[in-house]
């Protein structure tokens, strides 16, 4: 027999000095493991009864849940009502990831019990606006790779017909009307235009959700002084801030290189010690759009151009701009520690 939402509520209320509830999230319901006192017990939840589930809390409970696309709202409900939230991140929480026995109640007890033993791998938590630019900035990368592909495509459909196309034909409107008058046959034709047409329809959304990141953007500190690194744009600042939040969270800026995955891999054994290629742990997109900025903040800064000449030299291109960027990023850290604003960041010059 079903228990009744009230019959839920006493359950949840029961006193306790501390309760850990590890909680497996999913899109239409969750399930509740609550341990106390080295016992758990169970109860599942639909998402519509989570204004109820939040109001049986207690002031000293601890919560988990692992970190997915509706985490966000479901700790926005619960935020105060309980003496700690913790969100999981579940690529280095491999207890779950890599179980061979893999069900719900497994993974909210393993929750539970490691929160009580404060041994799971938290994520940071943002703000709301930090974070939404966030998923902003993701949309529109996805957007652009989209684009990118249906190029791809049409430089495919003229090769095997004997056109070669050049980048710059595809780079603007005006540009990409000419390839109309191609003779093609009338398959290829309509496969022309089909393609054109997805183009055309992802520029301008390409472009909506870029002037609504950017206006967005200006609202978050920081931005005014991250713009006036020469090389980081509007929609550059918009997704490093996201990616970075409040930079006092970061102790120094090796703290934050580590963050974003621009740090070598170290294998210690005995009396060995290797270092290898950087992690990619943390945020794609940020860690590619801050090479993107280190490409062009070389161009600019003769400090970060003399730095890259001599890695380069020494150990090629390749580890010369990885090692750019993460010199770039300490400027970045500093900047937003310090709230510099570059006068001149060609010679270092900041505004009084």
Same mark, same amino acid.
């Given at each position: 027999?079903? %228990?009744? #939402? ?11 000095? $501390?309760?850990? +509830?590890?909680?497996? !999230? &999913? ?104 974070? %939404?630019? #966030? ?11 989209? $684009?990118?592909? +249906?190029?791809?495509? !049409? &430089? ?197």
């Amino acid at each position: 027999m079903k %228990e009744t #939402a009230r019959q839920k509520s006493i359950l949840i209320k029961e006193n306790s000095p $501390r309760r850990y +509830l590890g909680v497996d !999230l &999913h899109r239409n319901s969750f399930l509740v493991c609550i341990r106390e006192q080295g016992q758990a017990r169970f109860q599942r939840w639909s998402l519509e009864q989570l204004p109820e589930f939040a109001a049986g809390l207690q002031a000293e409970d601890k919560m988990a849940v692992e970190a997915t696309g509706n985490t966000r709202w479901f700790c926005r409900t619960v935020a105060g009502r309980v003496r700690r939230m913790v969100v999981v991140n579940p690529h280095q929480f491999r207890v779950i990831s890599q179980s061979v026995k893999k069900t719900d109640r497994r993974d909210a007890a393993l929750l539970a019990e490691y929160l009580e033993k404060d041994l799971l791998p938290e994520v940071r938590r943002k703000s709301d606006q930090a974070s %939404e630019l #966030a998923q902003g900035a993701q949309a529109r990368d996805q957007l652009v790779k989209m $684009r990118t592909m +249906l190029k791809n495509q !049409l &430089h495919g459909l003229f090769s095997s017909y004997g056109v070669l196309l050049e980048k710059k034909q595809l780079a603007s409107r005006k540009q990409r009307a000419r390839l109309g008058q191609i003779p093609l046959p009338p398959l290829a034709d309509v496969q022309r235009r089909v393609l054109l047409g997805q183009i055309e329809a992802l520029e301008g959304s390409i472009a909506e959700l870029e002037r609504a990141i950017t206006g967005a953007a200006q609202n978050l500190p920081g931005h005014e002084n991250l713009v006036s690194v020469k090389g980081v744009g509007s929609l550059s600042a918009a997704i490093l801030l996201s990616a970075i939040g409040p930079v006092e969270d970061f102790p120094d800026p090796a703290h934050l290189a580590a963050y974003f995955g621009m740090v070598p891999r170290v294998n210690n054994s005995n009396e060995t010690e290797h270092h290898g290629r950087i992690t990619r742990r943390g945020n794609k997109l940020a860690r590619t759009t801050l090479v993107q900025c280190a490409l062009i903040a070389k161009r600019y800064s003769p400090f970060l151009s003399r730095f890259y000449e001599r890695i380069q030299r020494r150990r090629g291109a390749g580890k010369a701009i990885v090692a750019t960027a993460r010199k770039l990023l300490t400027i970045i850290y500093y900047t937003l520690k310090n709230h510099w604003v570059f006068s001149d960041f060609a010679a270092f010059a900041v505004e009084a």
